[in-house]
């Protein structure tokens, strides 16, 4: 071969493929790290710490009825966590929801015992008044664009002052007669508050309303194009109004859904007492809130789901329960949450910068 021969490509087969550039922008992230990056995995880990700990320390907890109490005390806070978690989503606070709750059960209760009307009259005017106030709180919000934190914290002032004086001035007690002798009393404590036997252990209907609304929270965020919504509005409000999302219906709509739940919970409280106390539900709206935050909702909004509160209400039920069958002070419960509450915190701070650095 001359020197000045070229060199023939060969034909025998297939060019050599280059080998392929990664980019870590693109590149596809260990499930490990992909499952640390949700929101419900840290409070699912605290949960089961929480569950192990106190079956050893409480063996009574074992039993199939204290499960059940347990998981009862968790569904009354989980019911009403789960529309405070999405309106934390939704970039928003409910400070009014604890008295909102009281709120609902004193409209039912003293409409249908002053009236003598079905019981069933006052739980749909209860259902109005509830979503009126949610209505009300949306509406401030977005039209004054005053945080939500000074809004609903005039109306929880609002709502605990008017508990209590209207309660005193029509029934010249703290307290609502007792409704149980009325017509349809029987129907509606079926659906708020009647239990159900499984396997000799007395379940609370609650439970099941606990869970299956829980389901459907999952399923709006995630499959809806409300649920976009909802993550849009608490990311970014201004840029999710630019590309058309609808900002002030969905924050009205959101303070809505925690009026409903107040609704819910206040038929809860009636149907299973008979009356009502005017100054309960003080101090339950941080509850809610701080369920929703150690089941990694964001404070800032746009991130969290309806799986991790879920998580943080049992949480709260087993200490609040676990306390009392470990034979412990429980004046101590309230240590306990504070405690457990900057643990999730952190915790879930933690996770997700782990998750988002690799």
């Known amino acids: 071969m001359s020197m000045t021969q070229q060199a023939e490509p060969a034909v025998g087969g297939p060019p050599a493929s280059a080998p392929k ?27 089961v710490a929480v569950l192990i700990f106190f079956l050893i320390a409480a063996p009574s907890l074992r039993q199939g009825s204290s499960m059940a109490t347990v998981l009862y005390q968790s569904s ?4 009403m ?46 259902l109005v008044a509830s979503l009126a106030i949610g209505a009300f709180n949306g509406w401030m919000v977005v039209k004054t664009g005053l945080p939500s934190f000074l809004v609903t914290l005039g109306t929880f002032l609002i709502l605990q002052g008017v508990n209590l004086a209207v309660t005193k ?62 993550f849009a509005v608490g990311g970014n409000k201004d ?7 609808p900002v002030n219906f ?22 299973s007492f008979n009356t009502v106390q005017s100054g309960e539900g003080v101090g339950q709206e941080l509850i809610y809130i701080a369920a929703a935050v150690i089941g990694g909702c964001l404070l800032t909004g746009g991130s969290g789901s309806a799986i991790g509160p879920v998580f943080g209400a049992f949480m709260f039920g087993m200490v609040n329960q676990g306390i009392v069958f470990a034979g412990w002070n429980p004046d101590w419960f309230k240590a306990f949450l504070g405690v457990m509450l900057l643990g999730a915190v952190l915790i879930n701070l933690w996770v997700q910068r782990t998750a988002t650095r690799r």
């Open 169 to 230: 001035w029509v029934t010249g007690n703290v307290a609502t007669d007792d409704i149980s002798n009325m017509d349809g009393f029987d129907q509606a404590k079926k659906i708020f508050a009647s239990s159900v036997d499984i396997g000799g252990v007395e379940v609370k209907i609650t439970i099941f309303y606990w869970l299956a609304f829980a389901a459907l929270a999952t399923w709006v965020l995630l499959r809806t194009k409300y649920g976009n919504w909802i």
């Open 76 to 79: 009354t806070i989980g019911i």
């Open 21 to 47: 550039e990664t980019d870590g922008r693109t590149a596809r992230r260990p499930l490990a790290l992909r499952l640390l990056a949700r929101p419900e995995v840290g409070v699912f880990l605290g949960a």
């Open 239 to 245: 840029s999710a109004r630019a590309v058309g999302v």
């Open 250 to 271: 969905t924050k009205i709509t959101l303070f809505m859904l925690v009026g409903f739940g107040a609704w819910f919970m206040g038929m809860h409280n009636l149907f």
């Open 81 to 126: 966590a789960l529309p405070v978690a999405l309106l934390m989503i939704g970039g928003e606070f409910d400070l009014s929801s604890g008295v909102a709750v009281i709120t609902s059960a004193l409209t039912a209760s003293m409409l249908s015992y002053q009236l003598t009307v079905n019981v069933w009259t006052g739980v749909i005017v209860a």
